[in-house]
T-cell receptor, first 115, second 115 residues
Framework: KNQVEQSPQSLIILEGKNCTLQ??????????LRWYKQDTGRGPVSLTI?????NTKSNGRYTATLDADTKQSSLHITASQLSDSASYIC??????????????FGAGTTVTVRA | ETGVTQTPRHLVMGMTNKKSLKCEQH?????MYWYKQSAKKPLELMFV???????ENNSVPSRFSPECPNSSHLFLHLHTLQPEDSALYLC??????????????FGDGTRLSIL
């Protein structure tokens, strides 16, 4: 069974502090890994995508890492802002057949940033 | 604006009612999806449409009936729902089904409550 596990389930941080979210997956064969941000009352929005050959990718204050050998990814938020309060969802794409991909979703990490 | 619009945003219905959820995408995409999102659980893929043809039905109960009249519109008809069907229903679209490098664009969802 393909799975994507995220940790922690939730966390609270003070504004200006950093935090790191974890995503471990067992899906195979791996195609790519994407992090989505979902604000309260809104749909998920793609933050970044990581392919097999990429180790690190940044999008502003968000930095994603990928270790394809250990099947782990992290999302680091630097100098958090109140607007970073959201759920962050890890989504792993794997190939069922040639040109046939399936997405496996994590349950998300809820981040609350407090002033 | 994500380019994917869902209506209504909130819906409360009794178990014997019939209602429909609507999704419209303005992105020129060919693939559309229905997801169910329950608290603290991963997104569950329900249906996939490609060029208005259904390509995937993930063992969804028949009380959920999708309809895709064209590539821009997607409906989810609801009938005789159960309390456990209360959730956020998300619609998404993507350029192609087979390209895992393209993100899915999500609407803001319909929050459904079954009394």
């Amino acid at each position: 069974k393909n799975q994507v596990e995220q940790s922690p389930q939730s966390l609270i941080i003070l504004e200006g502090k950093n935090c790191t979210l974890q995503c471990n997956y067992t899906v195979s064969p791996f195609s790519n890994l994407r992090w989505y941000k979902q604000d309260t009352g809104r749909g998920p929005v793609s933050l970044t995508i990581m392919t097999f050959s990429e180790n690190t990718k940044s999008n502003g204050r968000y930095t994603a890492t990928l270790d394809a050998d250990t099947k782990q990814s992290s999302l680091h938020i630097t100098a958090s802002q109140l607007s970073d309060s959201a759920s962050y969802i890890c989504v792993v794409s794997f190939a069922r057949r040639s040109n046939d991909y399936k997405l496996s979703f994590g349950a998300g990490t809820t981040v609350t940033v407090r002033a | 604006e994500t380019g994917v619009t869902q209506t209504p945003r909130h819906l409360v219905m009794g178990m014997t009612n019939k209602k429909s959820l609507k999704c419209e995408q303005h992105l020129g995409h060919n693939a559309m999806y229905w997801y169910k999102q329950s608290a603290k659980k991963p997104l569950e893929l329900m249906f996939v449409y490609n060029f208005k043809e259904q390509t995937e039905n993930n063992s969804v109960p028949s009380r959920f009936s999708p309809e895709c009249p064209n590539s821009s519109h997607l409906f989810l008809h609801l009938h005789t729902l159960q309390p456990e069907d209360s959730a956020l229903y998300l619609c998404a679209s993507s350029q192609e089904i087979g390209d895992s490098n393209q993100p899915q664009h999500f609407g803001d969802g319909t929050r459904l409550s079954i009394l």
